[in-house]
């Protein structure tokens, strides 16, 4: 599932209630351009840069302001949208589809915490099966089936089912990343932290920067540590500290899964699983899932069993508009799902909605660390999320159900109540951590494209 879907501007002078045409060179992400709109459904597609977008002749500021607010949400739906596109048509010798268009390893099907029966099953069935992976800290394990040769992922997890209805299987979904900035390379893990308070990302890797201190990271992908424009900027706005920037919980020990690497594999369910693991192996008590994407029984398990062990999730909503059906693991239970906010506290019009939704966080008009230096301006669900699972990380030092609950309740007693009174599909139980927003403009956050400051 994609870092939830969000746009980090690369860098120019940023002006105040302008729009500015962003050079390709300079936009973070490295991906290819793709002719032509979408067909696929919008569920589960990563953050993504904002292109060039040439902005309209307007009477007035505010209108222009307005004009861009608009296309920033229509442009990164079509981008999303593009990108699964490109990644099927570039990697089709290891990327499949399931049922609903959403991308999935090929040649793979998952099956949750196997009986002896459901493996006796596949195999007379005609499915190799492979090692079990043991996901230690969660109870759970998984092991690979790989269909008989000719049948495709969406013929096998059927067939599965029918043949043994007591059997968890499902496809090994992909959960996009959003994707890396030129130049970026391998990144070196450092143990350590600067405070008490434990915090853990799942996302992809993590560059050095000035406002951040040590970060232990770990690689669940093929190829490795790989540093990540998303993973980089979500990092800085959990624990960084530099200056006129603060994160949520500046100081705070970071751990960091990169479940992306350097495979176009990376990101899928049966990784993320393996990261989750870890952080509940390494007793990390607030983890914050960069990542969206559709409904997969292996992420549902991993995530119910973390919240019932007293660890909180806190995952983005997702850009894919107000009308899109919820999307993962957010929607979970037990989940805390964030939306986000403008500057002037208006919910982004991208934003997913739902009565799933628990808090507003800023989510556009702000800066964090670039994985080049600096900082960039950022838009997406994916940049309130953080700011919210800092917030939860103060109050809750160690993994426990009935603190979890507490922490989650004095947050919400803190959240300004916009919207319809009381919690709502739009604003969830309210606004927090609008002081966290740092402007651009107050860090030098380099050229891009920035409505209504």
Not at 16 to 27: F, G, Y
Not at 201 to 228: C, I, M, N, T, Y
Not at 361 to 371: L, R
């Amino acid at each position: 599932m994609g870092p939830c879907h969000c746009w980090i501007v690369g860098s120019l002078s940023v002006v105040a209630m302008s729009v500015v045409a962003l050079p390709a060179s300079a936009q973070l992400g490295g991906l290819p351009s793709i002719p032509g709109g979408g067909g696929l459904p919008m569920g589960g597609f990563p953050d993504l840069p904002l292109p060039a977008v040439a902005a309209p002749r307007l009477p007035t500021v505010s209108g222009l302001a307005r004009q861009a607010q608009s296309l920033e949400g229509q442009t990164l739906s079509a981008l999303r949208g593009r990108q699964v596109q490109a990644l099927i048509r570039d990697h089709a010798d290891v990327i499949d589809v399931d049922d609903h268009g959403q991308a999935v390893v090929r040649g793979e099907v998952l099956i949750l915490s196997p009986s002896p029966q459901s493996l006796a099953i596949a195999r007379k069935a005609g499915f190799r099966v492979g090692d079990e992976t043991r996901l230690e800290g969660l109870d759970l394990s998984t092991v690979t089936l790989t269909p008989p040769a000719g049948v495709p992922a969406r013929e096998a997890v059927r067939r599965l089912q029918a043949l043994d209805p007591q059997g968890q299987y499902d496809f090994n979904h992909i959960y996009l990343g959003a994707g890396t900035a030129a130049g970026e390379a391998g990144v070196r893990a450092a143990g350590g932290g600067g405070s008490g308070v434990r915090i853990g990302l799942v996302d992809g890797g993590v560059a050095a920067h000035p406002s951040l201190g040590p970060v232990e990271q770990r690689g669940f992908a093929p190829g490795g540590l790989k540093v990540s424009a998303h993973g980089t900027a979500v990092a800085s706005l959990m624990v960084g500290r530099s200056r006129a920037f603060r994160g949520a919980a500046p100081g705070a020990r970071l751990l960091v899964a990169d479940v992306y690497g350097g495979s176009p594999t990376g990101g899928s369910a049966a990784i993320i699983a393996q990261a989750l693991a870890w952080m509940a192996r390494s007793k990390v008590p607030v983890i914050n899932v960069s990542l969206v994407g559709p409904p997969n029984v292996t992420l549902r398990a991993a995530v119910a069993a973390l919240t019932a062990r007293g660890h909180l999730v806190v995952a983005a909503v997702g850009n894919d508009g107000p009308a899109a059906p919820p999307l993962y693991p957010a929607a979970y239970p037990g989940v805390v799902a964030v939306t986000g906010v403008d500057s002037r506290r208006r919910v982004l019009p991208e934003a997913g909605r739902g009565g799933h939704v628990d808090f507003a966080a800023p989510g556009a008009d702000m800066a964090g660390a670039s994985s080049q230096g600096g900082y960039v301006a950022l838009r997406g669900t994916s940049f309130a999320a953080p700011l919210v699972a800092g917030r939860l990380a103060l109050d809750l030092p160690e993994p426990d159900k009935a603190d979890a609950d507490r922490a989650v309740a004095t947050l919400s007693r803190q959240a300004r109540d916009l919207g319809a009174q009381g919690a709502d599909p739009v604003y969830g139980k309210g606004l927090v951590a609008f002081d966290l927003r740092t402007s651009p403009v107050a860090v030098g956050a380099g050229r891009g494209v920035l409505a209504g400051e």
